[in-house]
C-alpha cells in the first residue's frame, strides 16, 4: 500500500516569511496529491491539490510543486500570516481521488508575528 | 451547500463499553468515508462506501468495529467493546466519486476519549 511521509513535523517563521514543508510517496500509482490544512479542534478544509499530469500549480499565496520521477511534493506558502497558522497534511490516492487518502503524519506551522 | 455533519461532537466511555457515531453527507455525494485520526498523527482511513456498498474496509477492526450505510445517505460507525487505543477523533467525509478529480470533504469529527 501507498505511504506518505511527511517534513518537518513542526515549523516556526516569521510573519511575511515563506514557509516549505515536503512530502515523499512510496507508490508509483498514484496521481492525486491534495494538501488540507486542520486548525486546532476543527475539520481539515481542502486548500490546494494537483494531480499527476502536472508539475506545479498556484493559488494567490500558495503554490504546490510535484516531482513524480522523485515520488515527491511540496507545500509552498509565500507572504505568510498569522492566519496561516495550523497543522498541514499531505496525501496522496490513486484514481484521482476516488479511493482513499494516505495521510502524512502533519507539519504544525506557526508564524511568528 | 450545508457540510458533512457529524454527531456526537464528544463521547466519553469506559473501555469495553459500546459507542456509535453518527455522520450526514453532503446532499449528493455517493462516496462516504470514515477516518480515524489518533493525537498528533494523519487521518487514516477505516471504510469506504460508494452509496450503500462498502469499497474497501482493509484497515477496519472488523472484531470491534461495524459500519453501516442504509439507503446510501447517512452513516452509522459502532465500536464494541471499545479500547483504550481506540481514543481518537473519527472523521467523515464525503465526495461526488466517479469524477476525475474527487475531492473529499469533512466533518467536524467526533472525539471520543475512552477511560
Known amino acids: 500500500g501507498e505511504n506518505v511521509e511527511q517534513h518537518p513535523s513542526t515549523l516556526s517563521v516569521q510573519e511575511g516569511d515563506s514557509a516549505v514543508i515536503k512530502c515523499t510517496y512510496s507508490?508509483?500509482?498514484?496521481?492525486?496529491f491534495p494538501w488540507y490544512k486542520q486548525e486546532l479542534g476543527k475539520r481539515p478544509q481542502l486548500i490546494i491539490d494537483?494531480?499527476?499530469?502536472?508539475g506545479e500549480k498556484k493559488d494567490q499565496r500558495i503554490a504546490v510543486t510535484l516531482n513524480k520521477t522523485a515520488k515527491h511534493f511540496s507545500l509552498h506558502i509565500t507572504e505568510t500570516q498569522p492566519e496561516d497558522s495550523a497543522v498541514y497534511f499531505c496525501?496522496?490516492?490513486?484514481?484521482?481521488?476516488?479511493?482513499?487518502?494516505?495521510f502524512g503524519t502533519g507539519t504544525r506551522l506557526t508564524i511568528i508575528p | 451547500e450545508a457540510g458533512v455533519a457529524q454527531s456526537p461532537r464528544y463521547k466519553i466511555i469506559e473501555k469495553r463499553q459500546s459507542v456509535a457515531f453518527w455522520c450526514n453527507p453532503i446532499s449528493g455525494h455517493a462516496t462516504l468515508y470514515w477516518y480515524q485520526q489518533i493525537l498528533g498523527q494523519g487521518p487514516k482511513l477505516l471504510i469506504q462506501f460508494q452509496n450503500n456498498g462498502v469499497v474497501d474496509d482493509s484497515q477496519l477492526p472488523k472484531d470491534r468495529f461495524s459500519a453501516e450505510r442504509l439507503k446510501g445517505v447517512d452513516s452509522t460507525l459502532k465500536i464494541q467493546p471499545a479500547k483504550l487505543e481506540d481514543s481518537a477523533v473519527y472523521l467523515c467525509a464525503s465526495s461526488l466519486g466517479g469524477t476525475v478529480k474527487n475531492i473529499q470533504y469533512f466533518g467536524a469529527g467526533t472525539r471520543l476519549s475512552v477511560l
Open positions: 507508490d508509483s500509482a498514484s496521481n492525486y
Open positions: 496525501a496522496a490516492s490513486y484514481n484521482f481521488g476516488n479511493e482513499k487518502l494516505t
Open positions: 494537483i494531480r499527476s499530469n502536472v
